[in-house]
């Protein structure tokens, strides 16, 4: 006998929705995959380099968006010339990367504060990639700065135009390992701009292992 207090009718409300809230979007980007682009502008880039890496940018650029992952720029000689953040809109990220000039010396460590200050208070995967085509100024400071952003979490791709800048590079960024040393050493000019666009293939499998 089944007691008369149990409930026959299992009708219930329909399911209801709830817009987000107005606080969902800035949780999300607080979470969000972001990719900072650091390219070498420095006076030996001059003419057919600088063109190519422009080319190769653009061609990372729309391959990180594609990965949803926010982009921004760096572009740096010996100081840091361009620095518009991952927050910045693509169309203003792509025409400054467009409009690249290049003078001045070499020194990767201005490029590596400015990314550790706009990344390091963020969560996400963040990713700075960076290109360089010679000399990245002071030893020790560079691997002092990019020990602090590994130890924040954020994490290097690297390419270096010809063996002795990408190892300078991967040896400072990359010490622990990450890709092979083939995958980061841009032979010559020809091969620039794939190579710069390469680096994207990192933010597609970081993203498809997470």
Not at 64 to 70: I, P, Q, S, V
Not at 86 to 104: E, I, K, Y
Not at 115 to 131: H, N, T, Y
């Amino acid at each position: 006998m089944v007691a008369s207090w149990v409930r026959r009718n299992f009708d219930g409300v329909g399911v209801t929705q709830y817009k987000p809230g107005r606080h969902l979007e800035a949780v999300q980007d607080h979470f969000r995959g972001r990719a900072l682009l650091c390219i070498d502008v420095s006076g030996s880039m001059h003419g057919a380099p600088l063109r190519a890496a422009v080319e190769g940018g653009l061609d990372f650029l729309a391959e990180a968006r594609e990965a949803h992952y926010a982009t921004g720029l760096v572009l740096w000689d010996h100081t840091v010339k361009v620095h518009l953040p991952t927050t910045a809109q693509p169309d203003r990220v792509r025409a400054a990367l467009r409009s690249a000039t290049c003078t001045g010396g070499t020194d990767l460590a201005p490029a590596l504060r400015a990314a550790i200050k706009e990344l390091g208070p963020m969560s996400g995967d963040r990713v700075v990639c960076v290109f360089g085509d010679g000399d990245i100024g002071n030893p020790a400071e560079t691997e002092k700065l990019a020990k602090k952003a590994r130890a924040l979490g954020i994490r290097f791709v690297v390419r270096g135009l010809g063996d002795r800048s990408s190892r300078s590079l991967a040896r400072v960024l990359t010490p622990d390992g990450g890709e092979e040393v083939r995958e980061q050493t841009v032979r010559d000019v020809g091969d620039l701009r794939r190579g710069i666009a390469s680096m994207a293939l990192s933010l597609r499998l970081r993203r498809g292992g997470s």
